[in-house]
């Protein structure tokens, strides 16, 4: 990613990666690229059911701890 994207673009790029990281140290997905999560995402549908608490408590987690720009 580049420095000259938005600050939006980056947020969502470093927000997905703390979940692939976070998926993968908990076993969840066994992909260590894009492109292999992508392929995994398609294959396991049982994947999001378990993902999903993952991401509810990132989500959490930006809006309790995370001030917004002003």
């Known amino acids: 990613m580049s420095s000259k994207e938005s600050p ?3 947020s969502y790029g470093l927000y997905g990666a703390v979940l692939a990281y976070i998926l993968r ?3 969840i997905i066994e992909s260590k ?3 292999g999560l992508i392929r995994e995402t398609l294959t396991k ?3 999001e059911v378990k993902a999903r608490p993952v991401l ?3 989500k ?3 809006e ?3 001030e917004p720009e002003r």
């Open 56 to 58: 509810e408590w990132i």
């Open 60 to 62: 959490r987690f930006a």
């Open 25 to 27: 140290k908990a076993g």
């Open 45 to 47: 549908p049982t994947l």
């Open 33 to 35: 690229s894009f492109a």
């Open 64 to 66: 309790a701890y995370i």
């Open 8 to 10: 939006e673009n980056i």
